[in-house]
């Protein structure tokens, strides 16, 4: 299954995308409600769990506005408000499901489970991502442009995977720290900097228009052509 997280409290939403991880899932995290709507409203996921008091969007509002907009991904809500009027207001804003805290991860796990089941189990996991002529095989952990192969660090393999997954997307350098290094960390930092640098050189060596443009002030972009 492919898991969206919306979790504001940072060891909560690491803790929850480790266990979803280690159970084979594909999860990712989103520490508020405004990036939390903007990764769901992609469709891309099979289940969003979302935390019910987030900072900038609550929960209830982001799931109100995404089912506004037709989408219907299934919604788990996690809250520390238990009592029944507080189901029933997030069943009644969309959500699917309604977990109150503290949990049992492993009666979480059967309820996303359960979620996915009834949409009609999860979407195959593509495992072949394709840019102009850069082409990045998760299965082989291989990476070929204009049919030869480069050789990438896990962690650059990693950077460009993410990339790839949101090809003509700007990519933010919080959600290259949260997804590609599970920091939670000052987005100032130059470690990103360090690694875009280095795969630009192997990625764009004798392009005449590269694939991996700097957005200024937003982030990064993997796409073919000029921007």
């Not at 959500?95 to 996915?116: C, Q, T």
């Not at 840019?131 to 082989?140: I, K, N």
């Not at 790839?164 to 290094?181: C, D, F, P, S, Y």
Request: aromatic fraction near 6%; glycine fraction near 8%.
């Amino acid at each position: 299954m492919r898991i969206l997280v919306v979790e504001d409290d940072s060891e909560a939403g690491a803790y929850l995308v480790k266990a979803f991880r280690e159970q084979g899932h594909v999860a990712d995290h989103a520490a508020d409600g405004l990036s939390g709507y903007a990764a769901a409203a992609e469709g891309h996921y099979d289940v969003l769990v979302i935390d019910r008091m987030l900072p900038k969007l609550d929960g209830l509002s982001l799931i109100s506005g995404l089912r506004e907009q037709k989408i219907d991904t299934p919604a788990l809500i996690l809250s520390a408000l238990g009592q029944v009027d507080d189901r029933v207001r997030g069943l009644r804003a969309g959500g699917d499901d309604y977990v109150s805290k503290p949990y049992a991860f492993s009666e979480l796990l059967a309820r996303v489970e359960a979620l996915a089941r009834r949409r009609g189990g999860p979407k195959p996991e593509e495992t072949v991502y394709r840019v102009g002529d850069l082409e990045l095989d998760r299965l082989a952990h291989k990476v070929v442009s204009a049919g030869q192969e480069i050789v990438l660090q896990p962690r650059e393999f990693r950077l460009l995977e993410y990339l790839m997954k949101h090809a003509g997307q700007v990519v933010t350098r919080t959600m290259l720290l949260e997804n590609v290094w599970d920091y939670h960390f000052d987005p100032q930092t130059n470690v990103i900097d360090v690694h875009i640098s280095r795969l630009r050189a192997k990625i764009d060596k004798g392009r005449e228009t590269p694939l991996l443009h700097t957005i200024r002030g937003a982030g990064y972009m993997i796409r073919e052509g000029a921007r």
